[in-house]
């Protein structure tokens, strides 16, 4: 149980402002469900001190990091994404369910299931970078796929956090996955915003 969260915003090694970074995600753009539901816990949330509410527009499952975007051909680009979309067009598309929000060290997040379609989809990202560069970043295991609802943008209790989750009594959200999303991300204003890149289909 988090009984102490810590700010989520330190710039991680590479990281700085003005970074971006090449990472694929899953992202909610065409999700009213889970737009919904996210919608009720922000608003349960709203007024505890030392969060970032994330709103729908930049809510999204972390995949696969790819690189930071100055150290990343556009050729590389092109022809990792042309080798994603190859794989993932033989993946039929999935429905995935998100838990109740739960609080970790940095955030509060929902875990999402079944999982092992969201491992397989991963896996094929994998591959197409691989394939492209015969080394993949990032490690394979400890992968766990969530869905983040907020930030800590700071150090203090979890108990605050909890007591709000608490009031939360709402049928949690299911969507479709149809696509996958090869983004530039950043995060200069305590939030991780996006230009999308390619976008890669599952198979209908």
């Known amino acids: 149980m988090t009984v102490q969260m810590a700010n989520h915003w330190w710039w991680r090694p590479g990281w700085g402002?003005?970074?971006?970074?090449?990472?694929?995600?899953?992202?909610?753009?065409d999700a009213p469900d889970v737009h919904r539901y996210l919608a009720e816990a922000r608003e349960a949330l709203d007024g505890v001190p030392g969060l970032d509410l994330i709103p729908d527009q930049w809510l999204h499952l972390t995949m696969q990091g790819v690189g930071d975007v100055q150290d990343v051909s556009p050729d590389d680009v092109q022809a990792i994404s042309q080798a994603a979309a190859r794989r993932i067009t033989d993946i039929p598309v999935f429905d995935l369910r998100l838990g109740a929000p739960i609080i970790t060290a940095e955030?509060?997040?929902?875990?999402?299931?079944?999982?092992?379609?969201?491992?397989?989809?991963?896996?094929?990202?994998?591959?197409?970078?691989?394939?492209?560069?015969?080394?993949?970043?990032?490690?394979?295991?400890?992968?766990?796929?969530?869905?983040s609802v907020a930030y800590s943008n700071g150090d203090g209790p979890a108990a605050p956090v909890q007591t709000a989750l608490d009031t939360l009594d709402t049928e949690p959200p299911t969507c479709t996955v149809t696509h996958a999303d090869l983004i530039a991300i950043g995060r200069d204003e305590q939030m991780y915003t996006w230009e999308t890149i390619a976008r890669a289909p599952l198979k209908e």
Do not use: K, M, N
């Open 17 to 29: 402002p003005g970074t971006r970074f090449y990472t694929w995600h899953l992202t909610f753009d």
């Open 107 to 147: 955030a509060v997040e929902s875990l999402v299931e079944p999982a092992e379609p969201v491992r397989a989809l991963r896996a094929a990202i994998r591959d197409a970078i691989r394939e492209v560069w015969q080394r993949v970043p990032e490690d394979e295991d400890g992968f766990v796929p969530h869905v």
